[in-house]
Structure formats: C-alpha cells, structure tokens
T-cell receptor, first 109, second 113 residues
C-alpha cells in the first residue's frame, strides 16, 4: 500500500503557483520524499526529492514540514505543459517505490 | 545519451502467445525495474534487478519472467499472455547509491485479445 495520501485532482490557473500537498504521516527517519509526474501516459519524470530540508531545483520547490508528516510540491509559475498526474512517494535509499494514484493537476488557461 | 529505451512501443497478442519486452539503459545504472500501469491507476512493480545476473519479485510478478544477462538490458517475458496482462509497461533504472531517483522509459502498450 502507498504510504502517502494526495488529493485526487486539482486545478491551477496558468502563470500562478501550483501547490500540491502530500500527507505521509507514517514516514520514518530514513525515508526520503520523492515527487514524480506523468504527462499523458508518458513514462514518469523525476521532479525533486528531499529528506528533511526544503529543496529547490529548476523545476520545482519541495517544502517538508518540520515533523516530516507532510510536504508540498510547488510549481512557481504553472504552464499548460505542467498538466499531468503528480506522484508523491516515500522510500529509503534503494527501496522500491510504491506509486499511488497521484494528483491529477489541470493547468487552466 | 538515449537514457532508457523500450522495444517495442506497441504490441497486440492473442491469448496464449508469448513475447519479450526489451529495456535498455546507457547510464551504467545498477538497478532496473519493470512496472505495469492499468487505466486510471498508479504504477505497480512487477520485477526488479539490483545488478547484472540478479532478479527479484515485485508486487505483481505472476505471469511474468525477467532476465538481466547484461547490465544495460532488462528483459520482461510473458510466456502465455492473458487478457488481464493488457496494460502499459514501463521500465526504469537507477543508481544503487545516492538518492536513487528512477529514470523511466517511454512505455510499451500491450493489448492481449
């Protein structure tokens, strides 16, 4: 079973920030939080990951709460091409990933 | 650098036929994985490999076999295809150390009639 809970779907206006939440209340100390997205049945694409500190890269920012029980993926300026299913996964190094149903993000013009 | 490639992209089989799906990666990754994805669902792990010559079962291994004779290749076999194996199959690879993010191929769409 997936160790994370995500909303089924979300909408976001083009150009605005998209904030995707993920609940992982049973996360253990050595588990990372990974985010992937899947655009229209293509192979999933890695976005970002973190352990306990906030992380930022060219695609997104990851905010992890201090107790690590939840996190938020932020796409700062969403475009139509960001429409996809976003998966939040928790796993230790080398552990197999468990993909849940994810959040379907629709970026609206 | 092609990343992860999968062959074929599409295939239609009749019940009982066999086939092999090929996954190749050029990133010198130790770990390789086969997933299936059914409509509206997340990915489920079929089999995986932590290195050349090794394989292990994932969440849904029944009806599939795998082989990792070369580090860069991971083969998924269906010995006797069933309609329940109609799905999109994704291969992925990752380093064995570090943060182990997985890199995915474009998928193979298989229909079993």
């Amino acid at each position: 079973d997936a160790k994370t809970t995500q909303p089924t779907s979300m909408d976001c206006a083009e150009g605005r920030a998209a904030n995707l939440p993920c609940n992982h209340s049973t996360i253990s100390g050595n588990e990372y939080v990974y985010w992937y997205r899947q655009i229209h049945s293509q192979g999933p694409q890695y976005i970002i990951h973190g352990l306990k500190n906030n992380e930022t890269n060219e695609m997104a920012s990851l905010i992890i709460t201090e107790d690590r029980k939840s996190s938020t993926l932020i796409l700062p300026h969403a475009t139509l091409r960001d429409t996809a299913v976003y998966y939040c996964i928790v796993a230790t190094i080398g552990q197999n990933f468990v993909f849940g149903p994810g959040t379907r993000l629709s970026v609206l013009p | 650098n092609a990343g992860v490639t999968q062959t074929p992209k599409f295939r239609v089989l009749k019940t009982g036929q066999s086939m092999t799906l090929l996954c190749a990666q050029d990133m010198n990754h130790e770990y390789m994985y086969w997933y299936r994805q059914d409509p509206g669902m997340g990915l489920r792990l079929i089999h995986y490999s932590v290195g050349e010559g090794t394989t292990a079962k994932g969440e849904v291994p029944d009806g599939y076999n795998v082989s990792r004779l070369k580090k860069q290749n991971f083969l998924l076999g269906l010995e006797s295809a069933a309609p329940s194996q109609t799905s999109v199959y994704f291969c992925a690879s990752s380093f064995w150390t570090g943060s182990s993010e997985q890199y995915f191929g474009p998928g193979t769409r298989l229909t079993v009639t």
